[in-house]
């Protein structure tokens, strides 16, 4: 189509398309502000931003609904823009934030805190009560994340010493993936009720589980994020070409390509220790820009930022209308907005060649 065509060649229509979309993202914000159980009207939501409401209006804005919508833009942000450099750098546009095996590495670290320390065969047995008080959502986090991060670096470290290509980095992720569920399956076999129960309901996608101090770890960790694939995204644009194209120009491709898979699996796996597994967000958002945009990365990485904010923001706002007073696992939000529309487009004209 003429106009596609235009749009990928317009910088400055490409420029106001992004425009448009931080301005939707700051709109889309303050609605989630707005919604949820409680019968407030959008001046007492602004006067409890402002601390001038009543103690109860200020707690909910304050401790509940400011931290869980920070998280969705922030982590919706965030994986869109590890997607978008996994699809670069491995090659393939099929990558995800999950490819290296960080979400299933997460989910057995969280998996084993919860079932192996704390409410599990280990320590309390089937007491509720004391399963309760043993389990330290810090701690949970922490050996998820230090899960995710040890697999992402065991696949490193061997495509570092095997020399593997892009190819066998995704299948190498693959079958390490495969060894963190069987691990998972495993310990939940072996659960009692109460810890297989905390294990599932920590997988599900659930913004609420958020505070400000983790907002401020996201923020940390995807604002530098975004900073450094920003100035490297003309070394992205050139690795498009291939990587003997990419290295006549100067790129340093094994180095590049490790940085990049490291700081992209290092945002998924801070999300998803906090978060749980939010499907669907770095694959679909990366696509969409894609086929609008154009490749230009200048363009793409700010531009996959917004979309995958906006993404998980319409998700929140959702999970909390169709809710009936409680809100959905954000997780099973994206991936029903997210499924279909990849499936359209896998199935497309231009897919099929």
Request: with cysteine; aromatic share 8%.
């Amino acid at each position: 189509m003429k106009w596609a065509q235009k749009l990928k060649s317009d910088k400055r229509l490409q420029w106001a398309i992004v425009g448009c979309l931080a301005i939707l993202v700051i709109v889309l914000f303050f609605v989630c502000l707005f919604v949820g159980s409680a019968q407030m009207s959008v001046k007492d939501c602004f006067d409890a931003l402002a601390g001038k409401s009543t103690p109860a209006f200020n707690r909910i804005i304050h401790n509940i609904r400011l931290p869980r919508v920070i998280a969705a833009l922030v982590a919706g942000a965030g994986l869109a823009i590890a997607g978008l450099i996994m699809q670069t750098t491995l090659g393939n546009s099929m990558a995800s934030p999950g490819t290296l095996g960080v979400s299933n590495a997460a989910v057995f670290g969280a998996n084993l805190s919860m079932i192996a320390f704390a409410g599990g065969f280990l320590t309390v047995g089937k007491n509720l009560s004391d399963a309760i008080k043993g389990v330290n959502p810090f701690a949970v986090s922490a050996l998820a994340f230090a899960f995710a991060i040890g697999s992402v670096l065991l696949i490193l470290g061997l495509s570092r010493i095997r020399h593997f290509g892009s190819n066998t980095i995704v299948l190498a992720g693959i079958a390490l993936g495969a060894v963190w569920t069987a691990g998972t399956t495993l310990l939940q076999f072996y659960a009692t009720d109460v810890g297989i129960s905390a294990a599932v309901v920590w997988s599900f996608g659930d913004l609420g589980r958020a505070t400000m101090t983790q907002d401020y770890i996201l923020i940390g960790v995807v604002g530098a994020s975004f900073v450094a694939f920003w100035l490297l995204s003309w070394r992205y644009n050139a690795l498009l070409g291939g990587d003997s194209v990419a290295k006549s120009v100067g790129v340093n491709v094994t180095a590049l390509r490790l940085c990049s898979l490291l700081l992209a699996s290092l945002i998924t796996a801070v999300c998803v220790s906090f978060l749980g597994v939010i499907g669907f967000v770095g694959i679909i958002c990366p696509h969409v820009v894609k086929r609008l945009l154009g490749s230009n990365h200048v363009v793409t990485i700010p531009a996959s930022l917004l979309t995958g904010s906006l993404l998980l923001l319409t998700a929140d706002a959702l999970s909390r209308t169709v809710g009936g007073g409680s809100a959905l696992p954000v997780g099973a939000i994206t991936s029903l907005l997210g499924a279909p529309f990849f499936l359209v487009m896998l199935l497309s004209a231009k897919e099929r060649r």
